[in-house]
């Protein structure tokens, strides 16, 4: 067999042909294959470092499928590819080595469980039900958590929790594992996908894979978050099949996370799709209006920040966008407010941001900076947007242009039509209300229309780039 770092000399060769000499060089050349570990004659798992988290972060996301078949190629053996952060070059280790004494010694500490072991593993303390923000798009989530934490294992198992980023899916889980602690019902795993899959791998190089399995199915309770980042990882799927299927059968209460349903992950088992959807699926969408004001009153007594009301409802309706974006914006407002020793008040909020405040709305926005704001932020010329070309991109721009036309400055649908080319009001009608439905549910479009919104009514507008 090759060494890691033959294979490694190979596969970059093949890489270097198939992408950019950019892409190559910044994602590519600085990586290389820290080990390699023998499953049977057949399957083998590969350990792929990167110098940083940013680093494999970007490459799994980007090139992961495309870096694992050509491993798989040249190796012709089914490959799971594992990634890690690593700056220093290591030996391959595979399956007929023998790790030294000390190394095996700190790998059974990763698996086998002390005499005084905690009932609880990786769940956060500040994530309780208690402070957590209940409102419309997160209710019934919140609902099924509650009545699990109420009775582990027979209702709703397993609970698979789905939504988009920063919407609370962690939060609410980490609430339910806390909740089951105090119940008492034997050691809490709370990990995250990523977390399995290397103790996983780990396991593979120490030879203590019946530790591994003893450390997660012999548990009171597993939570796993993010179990997308199972896609394409053979040896986690299948173990972590095994797994599920274990700990179901003892009524062992199984909590999940993921940014999408199970039948939208890609590259994931069927087998796996079937179980995840078996018990009861719920979504977490964006928070609405009263949901970001709860949000950020409870944010601002966390903080012990004073803040008017006008101030909240000012925020709220300008800070459309998740539940962790609106608690970051909110701190960065706090902090401003405490370094200049002022009030968190509606001045502060546009002179920080750039939004317009209930004084500032007041000010005469011409239809036409509308509609040159959003082509530039586009990249557009105004001749494009009141055009009839129907790429996407551009449908899009024209789209918020109408909606801001419409609800910013007022102006009577058939008023919006002419001015955007002697478009027909029931064309019209139908930008803005798709708008409406995407401003509730997409927060990239909600992104889009803030900075539009921000260019238009800030005294010192932002540079405007379209990087969605």
């Not at 083998?44 to 798989?72: D, M, N």
């Not at 939208?264 to 087998?271: A, C, K, S």
Request: with cysteine; proline share 4%.
């Amino acid at each position: 067999m090759e060494t890691p770092e033959q294979l490694w000399s190979r596969t970059c060769g093949e890489l270097s042909v198939q992408m950019t000499p950019s892409t190559f060089g910044t994602w590519i050349r600085p990586m290389f294959i820290r080990s390699v570990t023998a499953i049977n004659d057949e399957r083998i798992i590969v350990e792929l470092a990167s110098p940083s988290l940013f680093h494999s972060g970007t490459v799994e996301q980007k090139y992961y499928s495309q870096i694992k078949a050509v491993l798989e190629k040249i190796s012709c053996k089914k490959i799971d590819l594992a990634m890690v952060v690593s700056a220093k070059r290591q030996s391959a280790i595979t399956d007929e080595a023998v790790l030294p004494r000390a190394d095996k010694s700190r790998s059974e500490s990763l698996f086998t469980p002390p005499e005084t072991e905690k009932v609880e593993e990786g769940i956060n303390p500040k994530f309780t039900f208690d402070s957590y923000v209940v409102g419309g798009p997160n209710r019934l989530a919140f609902a099924a958590a509650k009545a699990i934490a109420e009775n582990p294992g027979r209702r709703h198992n397993p609970l698979f929790i789905y939504g988009g980023v920063g919407v609370g899916k962690t939060h609410l889980m980490h609430a339910v594992g806390h909740e089951l602690v105090k119940k008492g019902v034997g050691k809490v795993i709370c990990i995250s996908s990523e977390k399995f899959t290397n103790d996983l791998v780990a396991s593979f190089r120490s030879k203590m894979t019946d530790a591994f399995k003893k450390k997660y199915r012999q548990v009171g309770a597993l939570l796993i978050d993010d179990v997308q980042f199972f896609s394409g990882k053979d040896a986690s799927q299948e173990e972590f099949f095994h797994t599920f299927n274990e700990l179901q059968m003892k009524e062992v209460q199984i909590v999940m996370t993921a940014d999408k349903k199970p039948q939208e992950i890609v590259l994931l088992e069927d087998r796996l799709k079937s179980r995840f959807s078996g018990g009861m699926m719920v979504d977490i969408g964006l928070p609405d209006y009263e949901m970001r004001v709860a949000i950020l009153r409870q944010k601002a007594m966390e903080m012990g920040t004073e803040v008017d009301d006008s101030s909240f409802d000012l925020m709220a309706n300008n800070f459309a966008t998740n539940a962790r974006e609106l608690e970051g914006t909110f701190s960065l407002l706090a902090h401003r407010a405490n370094i200049y020793n002022k009030q968190l008040n509606s001045e502060l909020i546009q002179e920080t941001m750039g939004l317009p405040a209930d004084t500032v709305r007041a000010v005469k926005v011409r239809p036409i900076k509308v509609i040159s704001t959003v082509a530039k932020y586009f990249d557009y010329k105004n001749k494009d947007l009141l055009g009839t070309c129907r790429k996407a991109d551009l449908v899009e721009a024209r789209h918020i242009a109408m909606y801001l036309l419409r609800f910013d400055l007022g102006i009577q649908l058939e008023k919006v039509g002419e001015l955007m080319g002697g478009k027909d009001h029931t064309t019209v009608m139908h930008a803005v209300e798709k708008m409406e439905a995407e401003m509730k549910d997409n927060t990239d479009t909600r992104r889009k229309v803030l900075a539009v919104k921000q260019a238009i009514y800030s005294k010192t507008p932002p540079v405007l780039t379209n990087s969605q």
